[in-house]
């Protein structure tokens, strides 16, 4: 492969970035010329239409002259793609001690609604509103996870938390912030430890509901009066 030492300068007129190729017009002969992007001098490099590069010509093994040695004539442009990235995160950082706060606002909250609906034997009529609130608020808590995953913060909210407000009731929110955001669904150990939770959570419910269940919440409305 012959590559000359003169360098030349051409603007991007195609390029498919999911192939990892395109072609520049040469200013200095208006020529037509493939090029690859392995043929970068900044590997991470992503051009795009319009974009300035200035290169050298070479030959591939067909003899066909392309574009090689390819950098951007915009010095902004030569920014790797990975340090773009990572200062991009660095701005959208998400406040996970906001998150551990209101958490605790939530469960201090959440515990004196179930207390009361037990003292009064209105459980279950609260149920459904119980849940919905867990399942919402769950579902919160993995978005807020996932997008600290996202932008590569080093620390995250505990998994112990999360099944927490899996148990009270939120494994619906959790189960569809799985699904949805992809989050936490491959993990094995998170996988077993959340449907163990959610068994024991429907087992809690079911004795709640059950005659035994009653009344238990009945001789605990009797104490409150």
């Avoid at 001098?41 to 093994?61: C, M, N, Y």
């Avoid at 080093?154 to 929110?173: A, H, K, N, V």
Wanted: glycine share 6%; hydrophobic share 45%.
């Amino acid at each position: 492969m012959q590559q000359s030492e003169t360098p030349l300068t051409g603007r991007v007129v195609f390029w498919q970035d999911a192939k990892g190729f395109g072609f520049i017009t040469c200013q200095q002969n208006q020529q037509k010329l493939f090029f690859h992007i392995r043929d970068f001098v900044t590997k991470s490099a992503r051009p795009e239409i319009g974009d300035e590069l200035q290169f050298q010509l070479s030959e591939d093994r067909t003899g066909r002259t392309i574009a090689t040695q390819l950098q951007f004539v915009d010095a902004a442009k030569q920014t790797p793609a990975k340090a773009k990235d990572k200062s991009k995160a660095s701005s959208q950082w998400i406040d996970l001690d906001y998150a551990q706060d209101i958490s605790l606002y939530f469960r201090s909250a959440f515990l004196m609604l179930l207390i009361m609906a037990l003292l009064f034997g209105s459980l279950p009529l609260m149920l459904p509103i119980l849940y919905i609130e867990a399942s919402l608020f769950t579902y919160w808590l993995y978005k807020q996870d996932k997008a600290a995953a996202v932008v590569g913060q080093p620390t995250r909210l505990p998994e112990e938390s999360l099944q927490l407000y899996s148990f009270i009731g939120g494994w619906p929110g959790a189960l569809l912030a799985q699904k949805k955001l992809a989050h936490k669904r491959s993990k094995f150990q998170f996988q077993r430890e959340f449907w163990l939770v959610v068994t024991g959570n429907a087992m809690l419910i079911i004795w709640l509901l059950s005659q035994h269940g009653q009344e238990f919440m009945g001789r605990l409305a009797l104490l409150s009066n």
